[in-house]
């Protein structure tokens, strides 16, 4: 099966922070993955924008090697490469200064109406600064959007500042806050899951749902990032913005259609309708670790507060949360969430477990019967799995098997699975919002964590430890047994 490509307008792209490790990783190659399939126009560009010193040819040089990182040999044959390479340029600008904007305007002046991306591949320090740049040197013309990375602020009170910052130069029909994981294959599945058959949708409630699981686990520990992630922690990284998307796309309720505000208008209900975790509730609701010593794949590693370096941290390397929905839909029914460095398995996934059968008619010797849980992986290896429960072939007797209905995309549609931001960049240049977070979803989002966080802050205890390369501390096993469930792990 060919995936259909959809080729898109003409545009310039502007990337701010392009020497940084976002553009290196994920920017830079996913633009050349859509050159390559032939969706940009011959005459898009795309404009590197740092602080750093170098001439376009060094930047394309740059560029060059981290597509020889990042893409497989295979999709770099027949020249693709120089081609791309062709279409790239730079321009060293200072976005909280005066340096090089002059430059900037200059290469951006000779096509002043096509569509323009200003995508801020900056820590949130200067999405305000770069913001008014754009807006002083008259850049921000009507087919103009910027495009801001999270973390936007630590609080709700720096969020507001944040959005006030861009909001001020961009109206925010033209402001686009990505989050990575809206952009996979698994997440808009999920999508087409519920409204696009007859079978789901009529069991999506309280009445049939017991409970959902929402699991984003890393094996690798904080690595380079560590001074980033001390100020942040798993719930101002992970929670705040990837798993609250997550939980708000299995919880809303339909839109009426995919337009942009009609999804994020039913996102929004969901984050209003959380339960709030307060000072009294937060120990029984919530739990916090951080990873010791340990082993990976790799060998023996460090604990957290020997790769920081500050035996004193109480940041945060592994968040859990129980929470609810207090809605007609949700009411009663757990959505428990958990994200961490230096667990056992790399894996994100949503698992919603149906409750079990209110009677059974088969024996004992037929074996025990599991309720039905259906499991959307986002990774690795995207994909969808339903376990039912079927008869073990064979004569003998009537014997129940756990199985899954198993669909992985990669084996099912047999082409290669575009990055996210491969579908979220094309999706800025369309003007397309729907899987972008609107200013007062990431407001809400804040409402809610903000008094987890200063539960944290102020008890008197530390994160529970707990050994690298196992699934957590004790009391997040406890956060969910305690009600009679367990974490999901795949029996594939």
Same mark, same amino acid.
């Given at each position: 099966? !060919? ?18 490790? @976002? ?9 050349? $993955?859509?050159?390559?399939? =032939? ?11 740092? *602080? *750093? ?8 040089? &740059? ?6 990182? $990042? ?27 005066? !340096? ?19 995508? @801020?591949?900056? =820590? ?14 008259? &850049?921000?013309?009507?087919?103009? *959007? ?9 609080? +709700? ?9 861009? #909001?001020?130069?961009?109206?925010? /029909? ?7 994981? &809206? ?24 009445? $049939? ?11 690798? #520990? ?19 913005? $990837? ?20 999804? *994020?208008?039913?996102? +929004?209900?969901?984050?209003?309708? @959380? ?22 794949? #790799?060998?023996?590693?460090? =604990? ?135 200013? /007062? ?37 406890? +956060? ?13």
């Amino acid at each position: 099966m !060919v995936a259909r490509v959809i080729a898109v307008d003409p545009f310039d792209i502007v990337v701010f922070g392009a020497t940084g490790d @976002l553009a290196a990783r994920k920017l830079i190659p996913a633009l050349f $993955h859509r050159d390559e399939a =032939g969706q940009i126009p011959p005459d898009a560009r795309i404009i590197g924008a740092s *602080r *750093r010193k170098l001439s376009p040819k060094q930047y394309r040089e &740059l560029a060059k090697g981290w597509l020889l990182d $990042h893409v497989a040999a295979e999709d770099r044959k027949d020249g693709k490469v120089d081609r791309f390479l062709g279409r790239i340029g730079y321009v060293s600008v200072e976005g909280d200064g005066d !340096v090089g904007w002059d430059d900037l305007a200059s290469a951006l002046s000779d096509q002043p109406d096509r569509i323009r991306l200003f995508y @801020l591949a900056t =820590g949130p320090d200067l999405f305000g600064p770069i913001c008014a740049g754009i807006g002083r040197h008259n &850049l921000n013309t009507p087919n103009s *959007r910027v495009v801001v990375e999270k973390p936007i602020g630590k609080s +709700l009170a720096s969020a507001t500042a944040v959005n006030n910052a861009i #909001g001020a130069v961009f109206p925010e /029909d033209r402001v686009y806050r990505i989050d990575h994981y &809206l952009g996979k294959e698994t997440v808009q599945n999920l999508m087409a899951l519920r409204f696009a058959n007859a079978l789901f949708e009529p069991l999506w409630n309280a009445a $049939h749902i017991d409970h959902v699981q929402i699991t984003v686990a890393e094996t690798l #520990g904080v690595e380079s990032r560590a001074g980033y992630y001390d100020t942040a922690g798993a719930l101002r990284d992970m929670v705040q913005n $990837h798993m609250l998307q997550l939980l708000c796309l299995v919880a809303m309720e339909p839109p009426t259609s995919l337009a942009a505000d009609a999804v *994020r208008d039913e996102k +929004l209900k969901v984050l209003k309708t @959380l339960v709030p975790i307060t000072p009294e509730t937060a120990s029984e609701n919530t739990v916090r670790g951080q990873y010791r010593a340990g082993a990976s794949a #790799g060998g023996p590693v460090k =604990g957290y507060l020997e790769e920081l370096g500050n035996p004193n941290s109480r940041t945060e390397t592994f968040v859990g949360i129980k929470a609810e929905i207090a809605n007609w839909r949700w009411a009663g029914v757990p959505f428990y969430l958990r994200s961490g460095k230096r667990l056992a398995n790399r894996v994100s996934e949503i698992v919603v477990a149906f409750r079990p059968i209110p009677h059974s008619v088969f024996d004992k010797s037929a074996g025990p019967i599991d309720a039905n849980r259906l499991v959307i992986r986002l990774q690795p290896d995207e994909g969808v799995r339903l376990w039912l429960m079927i008869k073990d072939p064979g004569p003998g007797g009537m014997r129940l098997q756990h199985v899954p209905l198993d669909m992985s995309f990669a084996s099912v549609f047999n082409v290669r699975n575009p990055d996210a931001y491969e579908r979220l960049l094309m999706d800025v240049v369309r003007g397309n919002q729907t899987l972008f977070m609107r200013r /007062d979803e990431v407001e809400a989002a804040w409402t809610w964590v903000d008094p987890i966080l200063d539960a944290w802050g102020n008890a008197s205890d530390a994160p529970k430890p707990y050994t690298s390369g196992t699934w957590g501390p004790s009391a997040a096993i406890a +956060l969910i047994e305690r009600n009679g469930r367990t974490w999901h792990e795949d029996e594939g």
